[in-house]
Nanobody
Framework: QVQLVESGGGLVQPGGSLRLSCAAS????????MGWYRQAPGKERELVAV???????NYADSMKGRFTISRDNAKNTVYLQMNGLKPEDTAVYFC???????????????WGKGTLVTVSA
């Protein structure tokens, strides 16, 4: 079984910074990509950023220039550095992984439970 555990959420003032971490544990053969999604109250879940095992990244337009995603492949961990936070960034942030459990298994999607980020003065 594979589990994603997020950490680093909390309360931050507008303009502040926060760094989220997500560690994947369990039986993992390889991780194709990891990323972050978020869901604000009353809104649909949206992509924040993703990063492949090769290091290519993709960001939602509203996050470009403010958020940075990175990986530590040795630790099966993905990070999200969030700078210049705005109140509209307030949401539950979910970690995501696209991975293989065994060499011959199909790729599967795994989701974390989420960590709350609140941006408020």
């Amino acid at each position: 079984q594979v589990q994603l555990v997020e950490s680093g959420g909390g309360l931050v003032q507008p303009g502040g910074s926060l760094r989220l971490s997500c560690a994947a544990s369990g039986s993992i053969f390889s991780i194709n990509a990891m990323g972050w999604y978020r869901q604000a109250p009353g809104k649909e879940r949206e992509l924040v950023a993703v990063i492949t095992s090769g290091g290519s990244t993709n960001y939602a337009d509203s996050m470009k220039g403010r958020f940075t995603i990175s990986r530590d492949n040795a630790k099966n961990t993905v990070y999200l550095q969030m700078n210049g936070l705005k109140p509209e960034d307030t949401a539950v942030y979910f970690c995501y992984a696209y991975l293989k459990i065994t060499p011959i298994s199909s790729d599967i999607n795994v989701w974390g439970k989420g960590t709350l980020v609140t941006v408020s003065a």
